[in-house]
């Protein structure tokens, strides 16, 4: 399950032939995570059910995300810039599949490159780039420099993090808003749309965190471990 | 052309790149501006911070240029200088003017380094000091092993550096396989390309130290590394210790290739070529070779650093832009020989 | 000038060097004549100091060998090579400033008086017009005077030659060995190996052959080199004749046997 590739019919094909076991290819990018849920209930007999449940909740994600980008008037998208790596220049750039929930939740990637890359690190920048793109806000993967830039002089005078717009992604189970691209991008749009916009996507986050985990993996958060899933996000 | 103006020439250029390399960069910042904040730079740096120019500027513009342009054209200076330096110097050592400063292994030690830091998740300084200190302990390795043998010296010291070499790209090769596909791998594969996009004035002050211990006794030393480049039992019948000046030159080049790696990850072609240009301008004599190639290897990566910041918006790996234009010049060299017309 | 005592020398337990002793004064050119392998290499070793004898000593101006500094040595003895293969294309000029390097300090680059030391001893060679050529662009023959010229620019005044002209064509060789004897006549020492008896006999005053590890002759050209210690030294019949010429009388040696030995 996952992004389309070419080749990738042929690909399972000869797997299949090798392993002798039936393999599937359901694309899975969000647009399409609901109905590869379904089509996984129908083939896995006794999993109809819980496939159904699964869809429904991306199925309301989506929904939810695609009313309040309606919604939200020009003028108030914000700019974000999604980051990761050990010199925080990893950036999923515009058109990447990594950075799909920032769109999806009505906001503007800031990072454009003439050649987007797919893999989990993103196209290097250079800090220039950023300060040239001025992004609103900035999300920085677990593991990237969130703790230190504040007093990083290279990157303290950029806007947002003068006005402390930015922010750690939860890490939890993996990395909300992508790698790997996944379930877990559904705990992106509703962190997300919370973060950049509260008064369309109206409810407490710590409460909806400890739904979403109820409700996509069978797991009970405590307030307090939400809490601390979210500590980076204020 | 007389060598004092082909030297005058030389440093002129180079002080001319560096100056130029200021006002390119994707960040907008017309030339006065720039030229104002550099003065205003220099003179606090002379006057310990005493003085300085009246603030025209913005604190964005000026972080630009303080924090994140100065550090990269300086670290592409540094790291030009001694890459280079390190080739010319092993060039005589090994008595082949196609000698790279990786011949005992300091790169890819220090990429296998690297790779690993990432691997296990260290911190942006930890990478460094890791990279470092992994340069290091190759050459060690290397040089511990060709004093245990009985082949003669200098021999065995190239066969122990390809052992060492192919070691630590094995231990690179499996830590890529072993790493986490999504982020780390790519992180590793990049920095392992060679790039200075990240480079913070904390590196330079990290590399600096290494190089210039590296740099000083080569230049202060080079009219004896000429006499490396005869047999032992001459440079014996002269009066020249050669066993001493050869671990120096070891140590220094290692120093120095090590610093460079562990700071702008691998950069190949700069050691190899650069000293064979300056053989063309200014002949054989390491009296000249050693400043000259430190000076040319300096203004030849400012030049392509700033190439590989402007071309694309994604940054080009420096390794990549050096390689495109190190390999046809090493054809040159297959195609001719190696040998140089004399000054 | 330069003495051995009782020299000795052996690689482990295979003995080189038996009971060598000589001496040699100023203004001597000794040829060092022997068959392959019986130990002129190691000889001129011993004497440069490189090796240590197993006993024995070699002496230099009265002082043992390994008394001396490295330094000190190179302003006593010097070794010229028997060819030299340069990678790099130093200039002649430079070459020789490598000789010089003894006697500065560690840091010290060498200076306009150094250059001028250097060109003298190119110019005591006749070939000062090379000066600023590529050691790799010059003929073989120019190249042994420039090694010549590196090993006088030292200050030795015992010079050991390596083989002088075994690379050189017979103008060259002529050449090389005219200069080697001006510079006896200047009043150096100099000892050289020769594969040819015929060099020992045109050039040098005194001849040393090696056999089996010890002196077999040592003495004046004419004399010690009697067909009888040619027979020994190499196994061949030699006649020892002399010939006269425009310049003088010669001794000249000449291989017997073949299959032009039935002509009369």
């Known amino acids: ?28 990018d969000l647009a399409h995570m609901s109905e590869a849920f379904r089509s996984l209930g129908t083939i896995l007999a006794d999993k109809e059910e819980r496939a159904e449940e699964l869809a429904t909740l991306i199925d309301l994600t989506m929904i ?31 058109g990447s599949s990594q950075a799909q929930v920032i769109e999806l939740v009505g906001a503007r990637n800031a990072i454009e490159v003439e050649k987007v890359s797919s893999k989990g690190g993103g196209n290097i920048v250079s800090l220039e780039q950023v300060y040239n793109a001025d992004p609103d806000v900035i999300i920085f993967s677990p593991g990237s420099i969130y703790s ?33 691209p996944s379930l877990n991008m559904v705990l992106g749009i509703w962190w997300l749309g919370n973060l950049l916009y ?37 | 052309m007389k060598y004092r103006t082909k030297l005058t020439l030389l440093c002129v250029s180079c002080l001319f790149v560096f100056i130029v390399s200021f006002f390119i960069g994707r960040y907008g910042i017309d030339f006065p501006t720039v030229l104002k904040i550099l003065a205003d730079r220099f003179v606090r740096l002379v006057t310990f911070g005493k003085l300085g120019l009246g603030q025209t500027w913005t604190a964005a513009q000026q972080s630009i240029v303080v924090n994140i342009r100065l550090p990269r054209i300086a670290a592409s200076a540094l790291v030009g200088a001694a890459l280079a330096t390190a080739g010319a110097a092993y060039q005589g050592m090994f008595r082949n003017p196609m000698v790279s400063p990786d011949i005992l292994g300091a790169s890819t030690g220090a990429g296998f380094g690297a790779a690993l830091a990432i691997l296990l998740g260290f911190s942006y300084s930890g990478i460094t000091t890791m990279s470092f200190v992994f340069g290091m302990a190759a ?165 392509v650093d700033n190439i590989s910041r402007t071309i694309t918006t994604a940054e080009i790996p420096l390794g990549i832009l050096t390689a495109f234009i190190g390999a046809p010049v090493f054809l040159y060299l297959i195609i001719t020989g190696g040998s140089a017309r004399n000054d | 000038m330069i003495e051995a005592r009782n020299l000795c020398f052996s690689y482990g337990s295979g003995s080189v060097l038996s009971g060598i002793s000589f001496s040699a004064d100023s203004g001597s050119l ?54 030299y293969n340069p990678v790099f294309n130093h200039t002649v000029l430079d070459c020789v400033l490598m000789g010089l390097t003894a006697s500065l300090s560690t840091f010290e680059q060498p200076g306009p008086e150094h250059e001028k030391k250097a060109l003298q001893c190119l110019q005591m060679l006749g070939i000062e017009k090379l000066a600023h050529r ?103 019949d030699v006649s020892v004749n002399n010939v006269s010429t425009r310049d003088g009388q010669y001794t000249v040696c000449i291989p017997l046997g073949g299959k032009n030995a039935q002509d009369v």
């Not at chain 2, 072609?269 to 009296?287: K, N």
Request: glycine share 8%; with cysteine.
């Open chain 1, 1 to 28: 399950m996952g992004d389309y590739k070419k080749g990738i019919a042929e690909d399972l094909d000869a797997l299949q032939a090798q392993i002798g076991i039936p393999c599937i290819f359901l694309e899975a």
């Open chain 2, 139 to 303: 050459v060690l390795l290397a040089w511990l092993v060709s004093k245990s043998s009985r082949i003669q010296t200098t021999i065995a010291m190239v066969l122990a550096g390809v052992m060492v070499s192919s070691l630590f790209s094995a231990g690179t090769s499996f830590v890529k396989l072993v790493a986490d596909t999504q982020s780390q791998l790519p992180a590793i594969t990049y920095w392992l390309m060679g790039s200075l996009s990240s480079v913070k004035t904390a590196d330079l002050h990290f590399a600096l130290i290494p190089i210039l211990i590296g740099l000083v006794p080569l230049f202060l030393l080079r009219w004896r590394i000429n006499l490396l480049t005869v047999s032992e039992a001459e440079a014996r019948s002269m009066g020249i210790e050669t066993g001493r000046l050869r671990l120096l030159v070891i140590i220094c080049a290692t120093l120095m290739t090590s610093a460079s790696v562990s700071i702008s990850g691998m950069i190949g072609w700069v050691g190899l070529a650069i000293p064979h240009f300056c053989r063309l301008i200014f002949g054989q004599d390491y009296r000249r070779l050693i400043p000259c190639s430190a000076l040319m290897g300096a203004t030849f990566l400012m030049l």
């Open chain 1, 148 to 180: 230190t830039v504040a007093s990083d002089p290279a990157w303290k005078e950029l806007r947002a993090i003068k006005e402390g717009r930015y922010y750690e992604i939860p890490g939890d189970p993996y990395n909300w808003m992508s790698n790997p």
């Open chain 3, 134 to 236: 590529g050691s790799m662009k010059i003929s073989g023959g120019e190249r042994q005077l420039m090694l010549i010229a590196r090993a006088l620019v030292q200050d030795a005044k015992v010079l050991i030659m390596d083989e002088p002209t075994s690379s050189l064509d017979y103008g060259n060789s002529f050449m090389v060995m005219k200069c080697i004897s001006d510079l006896r006549d200047r009043g150096y020492t100099i000892l050289f190996s020769s594969h040819n008896p015929d060099q020992g006999l045109r050039w040098a005053d005194r001849v040393l052959a090696l056999r089996d590890g010890r002196i077999l002759a040592d003495g004046p050209a004419e004399k010690s080199l009697s067909g009888n210690v040619l027979k020994e030294l190499y196994g061949i």
């Open chain 1, 64 to 94: 939810l995300a695609e009313v309040n980008n309606q919604s939200i008037p020009e003028e108030q998208r914000l700019s974000v810039m999604f980051t990761s790596g050990s010199d925080g220049l990893g950036t999923n750039a515009k």
């Open chain 1, 198 to 234: 509260p008064q369309y996507y109206n409810y407490d986050m710590v409460s909806t965190a400890q739904s979403l985990y109820e409700g996509l993996w069978g797991y009970k958060l405590t307030t307090e471990q939400a809490q601390a899933l979210l500590a980076g996000s204020k």
């Open chain 3, 30 to 83: 000794i040829a060092v004549l022997g068959p392959n392998g019986v130990g002129k290499t190691t000889f001129f070793r011993c004497l440069l100091g490189f090796l240590k004898p197993s006993s024995g000593s070699v002496l230099i101006n009265g002082k043992d060998v390994g008394q001396y500094s490295k330094k000190e040595l190179a302003h006593e003895i010097a070794y010229i090579p028997q060819s």
